[in-house]
């Protein structure tokens, strides 16, 4: 079955980057000239995504405004004469079908994902966490898509860690390696606080087969108060059923100060426009 909606959990207050978030989303922030959500709404596009379903709360507004039209805006660019920019402000606006589903309570990721039931059924669906932007040649999204159309299961997306960063991410037990990339999972554990079972964490890129919607339905609040989609995840690998791969792209945490700053430096090193300049600046940084 095609993958046609991406659910995105857009809730969450983004105290790691306080106070730039006090007023504004944390996926508005920016990342050289385009909001976070931007790069995260261009990636399910191109990776075939038709619909997206935003779940957002109570200080969102401007994430709604971001791709609804601005009126007055593209009026004065188009009679000064700026169509270019008229053009790409419309080509936002235009660029997909958007649903919001308001979070009411900040119950953890399983329970925004949750808040997406009657409007996934019974498809397969994507999940993208915005905080999470990867530099890849194809879409990471594309690539759990292929490998969803192989396997015919869940398919979660993976990235090799350090054992001390193990408690920042779900970390994953492997049950075995399908090919270079793709591993059948046994288990997986929500920031682990003793030895994690594996050095793959979980990245903000889900393939969901619809049977999780119970799941998630049915699960209590666990680490932190809050419902943890990896729980459910994990009911679902002990009937043998999620594959994670290991995608290929460089993933920044965007959610984070340092994350973000990095995330710049790398954007910028590959766009031909910027390249000079950030050659420039460092050349002249002085530390
Ligand atoms: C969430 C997930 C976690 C995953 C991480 C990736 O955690 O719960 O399993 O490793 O995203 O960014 P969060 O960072 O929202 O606490």
């Given at each position: 079955m095609k993958i046609k909606k991406a659910v995105f959990p857009v809730a969450g207050y983004g105290t790691r980057l306080l106070p730039a978030t006090k007023a504004i989303p944390k996926e508005m922030l920016t990342l050289i000239d385009k909001p976070l959500i931007q790069y995260a709404v261009e990636e399910a596009i191109d990776s075939g995504i038709e619909q997206i379903i935003f779940i957002t709360g109570r200080t969102k507004k401007a994430l709604e405004d971001h791709f609804d039209i601005n009126f007055e805006l593209n009026k004065i660019l188009w009679e000064s004469g700026r169509t270019k920019l008229y053009e790409d402000m419309k080509r936002i606006s235009e660029m997909v079908d958007v649903?919001?589903?308001r979070q009411k309570e900040q119950l953890g990721l399983g329970h925004a994902i949750a808040c997406a039931k009657d409007i996934i059924r019974d498809e397969p669906f994507a999940v993208i966490l915005p905080d999470d932007i990867i530099l890849s040649k194809e879409p990471v999204m594309a690539q759990l898509i292929r490998q969803y159309e192989r396997v015919n299961g869940s398919v979660i997306s993976l990235m090799p860690i350090e054992d001390y960063a193990a408690h920042k991410y779900g970390i994953v037990e492997v049950d075995s390696r399908l090919d270079d990339r793709l591993y059948k999972l046994s288990n997986m554990v929500e920031k682990p606080k003793d030895t994690p079972p594996s050095n793959l964490a979980i990245i903000g890129r889900y393939i969901l087969t619809p049977d999780i919607l119970?799941?998630?339905?049915?699960?209590?609040?666990?680490?932190?108060g809050e419902i943890q989609l990896t729980d459910a995840l994990r009911a679902l690998a002990k009937a043998g059923s999620v594959y994670g791969y290991e995608f290929e792209g460089q993933r920044f945490d965007c959610g984070d100060r340092v994350g973000l700053l990095e995330a710049t430096i790398n954007f910028a090193a590959n766009n031909d426009e910027l390249r000079p300049h950030?050659?420039?600046?460092?050349?002249?940084?002085?530390?």
């Open positions: 649903i919001y589903v119970p799941v998630l339905e049915e699960l209590r609040p666990a680490r932190g950030l050659k420039e600046i460092i050349g002249k940084l002085q530390v």
